[in-house]
């Protein structure tokens, strides 16, 4: 084979290259764009929108709160797979004057997280699991981890949440909706996550479980008084 004809198929082979990565990176935006699409029945007045890296983003009241959904795609990783993570944020105003972060299985990498930026560390409660990082504003994070404290317990039984945030503007859970597939991140060094949309019944049960939270921290609502009973009539007197 001449020196041009071989050139020239090599040209050919990475035209084709190029050509089939192409596609795949379509697919895969194509496929991402519908990781939320059985959630949008939730919201109401949902606005959508869509990232840079192709994965949705909803907006909108579910109960009347308002509450932000978007993926973080986590890729820069040398020692595990590829993670992708669904944030749910809850605007919603509380009455702490303290803010609070909940970082599980802490690794130094989490670029996302908030937890570490806090400048006070706190003492793990026996309800959060061992491999935990509790970190603080002030010194008035005891408090709002002292109120809730049970209620951020019950949503870190569930493994696949990585970090929970409380401060006076709302709340944020990071939860793990998928990790990379081994072949593609080994061989080819991309991040597939695969093509399963979000299942509404896992937006729901975090929504509800940051709610617990913030229930936790509001001053108990004082029960509705009983509406006086009619006074009862005199009995007519036998003359």
Not at 28 to 39: E, I, N, P, V, Y
Not at 95 to 116: K, N, S
Not at 174 to 188: M, P, S
């Given at each position: 084979?001449?020196?041009?004809?071989?050139?020239?198929?090599?040209?050919?082979?990475?035209?084709?290259?190029?050509?089939?990565?192409?596609?795949?990176?379509?697919?895969?935006?194509?496929?991402?764009?519908?990781f939320l699409a059985?959630?949008?029945?939730?919201?109401?007045?949902?606005?959508?929108?869509?990232?840079a890296d192709g994965?949705?983003?909803?907006?909108?009241l579910i109960a009347?709160?308002?509450?932000?959904?978007?993926?973080?795609?986590?890729?820069?990783?040398?020692?595990?797979?590829?993670?992708?993570?669904?944030?749910?944020?809850?605007?919603?105003?509380?009455?702490?004057?303290?803010?609070?972060?909940?970082?599980?299985?802490?690794?130094?990498?989490?670029?996302?997280?908030?937890?570490?930026?806090?400048?006070?560390?706190?003492?793990?409660?026996?309800?959060?699991?061992?491999?935990?990082?509790?970190?603080?504003?002030?010194?008035?994070?005891?408090?709002?981890?002292?109120?809730?404290?049970?209620?951020?317990?019950?949503?870190?039984?569930?493994?696949?949440?990585?970090?929970?945030?409380?401060?006076?503007?709302?709340?944020?859970?990071?939860?793990?909706?998928?990790?990379?597939?081994?072949?593609?991140?080994?061989?080819?060094?991309?991040?597939?996550?695969?093509?399963?949309?979000?299942?509404?019944?896992?937006?729901?049960?975090?929504?509800?479980?940051?709610?617990?939270?913030?229930?936790?921290?509001?001053?108990?609502?004082?029960?509705?008084?009983?509406?006086?009973?009619?006074?009862?009539?005199?009995?007519?007197?036998?003359?």
């Amino acid at each position: 084979m001449s020196p041009i004809a071989f050139i020239a198929l090599v040209a050919a082979g990475l035209m084709l290259l190029v050509v089939m990565i192409q596609r795949e990176r379509a697919a895969q935006f194509r496929a991402r764009s519908r990781f939320l699409a059985d959630c949008r029945s939730l919201f109401d007045q949902v606005v959508e929108s869509e990232g840079a890296d192709g994965f949705p983003q909803l907006e909108g009241l579910i109960a009347g709160k308002r509450v932000q959904v978007a993926f973080i795609p986590d890729t820069m990783t040398l020692r595990r797979l590829p993670q992708l993570w669904l944030s749910v944020t809850l605007l919603d105003p509380l009455p702490v004057t303290g803010a609070l972060g909940v970082l599980a299985r802490p690794g130094g990498t989490e670029f996302y997280a908030l937890t570490p930026t806090f400048a006070e560390r706190l003492e793990r409660p026996p309800v959060f699991p061992a491999a935990v990082l509790v970190r603080g504003t002030g010194p008035d994070s005891a408090t709002t981890l002292a109120k809730a404290g049970n209620a951020i317990g019950s949503l870190l039984a569930d493994p696949k949440v990585k970090e929970i945030v409380v401060t006076e503007k709302g709340l944020r859970i990071v939860w793990q909706a998928a990790e990379g597939k081994r072949g593609e991140h080994l061989i080819l060094r991309q991040s597939a996550f695969g093509t399963q949309p979000i299942d509404p019944a896992v937006l729901v049960a975090l929504f509800d479980g940051l709610e617990t939270v913030a229930a936790a921290l509001r001053p108990p609502v004082p029960a509705a008084p009983r509406p006086a009973g009619r006074a009862a009539r005199p009995k007519a007197r036998k003359t």
